[in-house]
């Protein structure tokens, strides 16, 4: 077995983040809402930036409840979505140059979404993790919270089903 | 736009009391329809709200955003609720995508409370209003009732 050399790490690093930007960046109502994503190896973490028009009640204030929501539909498609095309961004078979200049892969469809509303959102950043609890050939089922403060104290989950693009409906 | 017949409350006045809401403002609502535990709340098309950039439908959160608002107004619209209400859970099923370039209208009926929960269904429609764009089912909190109501589950 000849042993390869690993690639250095501004490769790796440039090569995933990317395709990751290009992945959430590319969609108009992540950046209307505000949305960017941290990534740790293959984990993501969703990061609503606060701002004045992501307030419902102005006389808590908190955050709309449909835009938690809405972070959570964000986060988990775009999880969703990234696990799914990480082994193509690995081995360099996803065209990067084409994916940079808008020509994103087909992303997963929401068939249901529930949410469960914890605790008001404070008028500050949120952040939240999806977890894909099954990725079928078809359909998808993913678990996604958001929490501000305390990683504990989650102020919304959600569990969803999605409809994976290589076999519409 | 004229006073509804039922409540006396001019979807007009309505729509400033929503537009105090800056997401209601930023993704531009607007009550359409108004009385007895319902509401109706149109959201017009915006290439911003645009969740695939290849087909150009809207994103399934900006239509989350018009159900909960839509929900939460038909609570508030209901003739034995007082206060604020919030959203204790909602679920909501996409039967088909949106048309591109057609806003998206919003109708919500609160059609049961108790003492501490609203119940409310809810439905989405684009120009095409025989085939909904979505469903969705949510439970609300109650703050206060007015007058005697019937002790429920919750």
């Known amino acids: 077995m000849s042993h390869r050399k690993p690639e250095p ?21 992540v950046n209307f809402l505000g949305i960017t994503f941290d ?15 992501l307030i419902g009640n102005p006389d808590l204030p908190a955050l709309h409840g449909g835009v938690t929501a809405a972070f959570l539909e964000v986060t988990s498609i775009i999880t969703l979505s990234w696990m799914s095309l990480w082994d193509e961004v690995e081995s360099g078979r996803l065209d990067l140059e084409a994916l940079e200049q808008g020509r994103l892969p087909r992303l997963p469809k929401t068939i249901d979404f529930t949410i469960d509303y914890l605790r008001p959102g404070l008028p500050r950043d949120a952040y939240a993790r999806a977890r894909v609890t099954r990725s079928g050939r078809r359909y998808a ?27 519409e409906r | 736009m004229s006073t509804d017949a039922e409540t006396g409350i001019d979807p007009a006045v309505a729509t400033e009391l929503i537009l105090r809401l800056p997401q209601a403002r930023a993704l531009g609502l607007k009550i359409t329809g108004f009385g ?21 439908v809207i994103h399934g959160g900006a239509v989350s955003t018009l159900m909960d608002t839509c929900g939460g107004a038909s ?22 995508a949106a048309t591109p370039g057609q806003g998206i ?19 989405a429609l684009d120009e095409d209003t025989e085939r909904p764009v ?17 002790e429920g589950t919750a």
């Not at chain 1, 990534?39 to 028009?53: A, H």
């Not at chain 2, 919500?108 to 501490?116: F, G, I, K, P, W």
């Open chain 1, 141 to 167: 089922s993913v678990h996604a919270e958001a929490w501000q403060d305390n990683r504990d104290k989650p102020i919304v989950q959600a569990v969803g089903h999605f409809l994976m693009p290589w076999d």
């Open chain 2, 36 to 56: 007895d535990g319902w509401a109706e709340i149109h959201m017009p098309f915006a290439a911003q709200l645009v969740g695939d950039p290849e087909t150009g």
């Open chain 2, 75 to 96: 609570v508030m619209a209901h003739p034995q609720v007082e206060g604020h209400t919030a959203t204790i859970s909602l679920r909501i099923d996409y039967l088909r």
């Open chain 2, 105 to 123: 209208t919003a109708r919500a009926e609160c059609h049961h409370v108790t003492r501490s929960v609203a119940f409310v269904r809810a439905v």
């Open chain 1, 9 to 29: 790490v501004q490769v790796v690093k440039q090569r995933r983040d990317t395709a990751l930007r290009a992945l959430a960046g590319g969609v108009p109502y």
């Open chain 1, 39 to 53: 990534r740790r190896g293959d984990e993501l973490t969703g990061v609503l930036n606060f701002d004045e028009k």
């Open chain 2, 134 to 150: 979505a469903m969705a089912t949510g439970t609300f909190t109650v703050p206060q009732l007015r007058g005697d109501a019937p």
